[in-house]
Every structure is written in C-alpha cells, then in structure tokens.
C-alpha cells in the first residue's frame, strides 16, 4: 500500500521560510511523478508544484513561482517543497501526492486536474504575524 508522509509544516511570519518533506514508501518510487498541493478553508484544491520521476521536469502554480521550489531524493524516497518569502496567503493545509506514470501525462497535468491517484494526510502551513 502506498503511503506518504508530509512533515515540516508549522507557524512562520510574513517573509520566512519553511521546507516541507515528503516521504514514500511502498512502492517503486521512480514510477510515479509527485506533487505538493493545498486547500485553505473555503478554498478549492490547488496544485502548487508537481515533479517528474523521469526527467526531473517541474512544474509550479503561478503563485509559487519564483518563491517555492520543489525537489526530489530518488535515494531517500523523499521529495522537498522548500518555501521561500511566505504569504498569509500561503496558509493552507499541504498535501503531498502521488500519480503512477502511466496514468498522467505530464506534471503540467498532474498539478492542474489536482487529482492525484495517493494522497498523504496533510500538513497545516500558517503564514501570520
């Protein structure tokens, strides 16, 4: 059964930092692309950052680029969404998932239709003074 943990979440002000970490087990890694996504109270899905397991191609939402930056450990299993210059606008739940690659395209795909295959359970990103 395929699992993901998310970790790193937490309270940071305007302006910090944070980097979220997923870790997969359970399956073969380099088979599936991976994603980061998020829902704030109210708010529909959003895909922030999706990574290729083949070539490493990325892809992120306009409102990550050039603040966020996504990245994967084939080695440790393990995929990072490290945050920069935090928004209140940021605040949400983060989810990190996964979808095979037989079943999507493109990350570009991935990150728009939000509808990965495997989901971890979230963790809560507050972005305040």
């Known amino acids: 059964q395929v699992q993901l943990v998310e970790s790193g979440g937490g309270l940071v002000q305007p302006g910090g930092s944070l980097r979220l970490s997923c870790a997969a087990s359970e399956f073969t890694w380099e088979n599936y692309h991976i994603g980061w996504f998020r829902q704030a109270p109210g708010k529909e899905r959003e895909g922030v950052s999706c990574?290729?397991?083949?070539?490493?191609?990325?892809y992120y939402a306009d409102s990550a680029k050039g603040r966020f930056t996504i990245s994967r450990d084939n080695a440790k299993n393990t995929v990072y969404l490290q945050m920069n210059s935090l928004k209140p606008e940021d605040t949400a739940v983060y989810y990190c998932a996964a979808d095979p690659i037989h079943l999507i395209t493109n990350v570009q795909a991935m990150c728009i239709m939000a509808a990965p295959l495997y989901w971890g359970q979230g963790t809560q990103v507050t972005v305040s003074s």
């Open positions: 990574i290729s397991s083949s070539d490493g191609s990325t």
